[in-house]
């Protein structure tokens, strides 16, 4: 993962920050800031700053409980992890090893998706029941809520790496008892959502805001790279 910087460590595992965490950090925060000019809201410029990095704050600690909960399902099937690394794609958990049976693949893969979803609906609830304004606590709990509902629908998407290509590959495999075919089967179709995802980013930039469809096609080359390099020789 290149240059990383040690934070700590949750449950005994090394937390990790890379390089590129502080480029995407820094982007995030200077697009809220810019979103909380909103008339609507009348808030002054050191209130819209420190929202916005707040925000980005408890979003990236966010990954890090989807990632926690992959590493600690992964921990109590006997697979070791070497830690978590938070990028500028999201994050990581490094395990020492693949799991030996498919389901124990799905429950590692499936339960990072179902903690950003719970978490979804309970800053969700937490918005609704404080009254839907426009206060700081109630604009960052509406953000954090669509930002993990985001984050845990995406990586549903069936293409490896993400959950749901891990999900795919697990039950190709228990279908199969095939760990390459599963393999090669999931790691195609994640080839194909990062080729789509680059072409939709291609149109967006084209025709809509550049800048969102630059970000969608730079994580659709992301994704793309990763499972091409995971399509076994």
């Known amino acids: 993962m290149g240059a990383s910087l040690r934070i700590g460590r949750v449950f005994g595992i090394p937390i990790e920050v890379h390089v590129s965490w502080v480029f995407v950090f820094l982007l995030l925060t200077i697009l809220l800031a810019g979103e909380f000019e909103d008339a609507r809201l009348h808030w002054p ?44 794609f999201g994050g990581v958990s490094r395990l020492e090893r693949e799991p030996q049976r498919p389901i124990t693949e799905f429950a590692v893969a499936v339960v990072g998706p179902l903690m950003s979803i719970m978490l979804a609906a309970v800053l969700g609830g937490a918005w ?20 993990n509902l985001s984050l845990g629908v995406f990586n549903l998407v069936p293409g490896y790496p993400l959950d749901g290509g891990r999900l795919l590959r697990a ?63």
């Not at 209130?47 to 992959?70: C, Y």
């Not at 590493?71 to 690394?85: D, E, L």
């Not at 075919?181 to 995802?197: D, F, H, L, N, S």
């Open 128 to 147: 609704y029941l404080l009254g839907r304004g426009n206060s700081a606590v109630e604009v960052v709990l509406l953000l954090l809520a669509w930002t």
């Open 45 to 88: 410029g050191a209130q819209r700053w420190s929202v916005a990095m707040l925000t980005v704050v408890l979003f990236f600690l966010s990954v890090l409980a989807h990632e926690l909960s992959h590493s600690v399902m992964a921990m109590s099937k006997g697979i070791p992890v070497r830690g978590i690394t938070l990028f500028i």
């Open 171 to 233: 039950g190709i495999w228990g279908m199969t008892g095939s760990h390459r075919r599963a393999t090669q089967i999931a790691a195609g179709m994640g080839q194909a959502v990062g080729g789509a995802m680059v072409l939709g980013g291609i149109a967006v930039a084209f025709y809509f805001e550049p800048l969102d469809g630059a970000w969608l096609g730079i994580v659709g080359l992301f994704l793309f790279s990763m499972a091409r390099s995971s399509f076994p020789k």
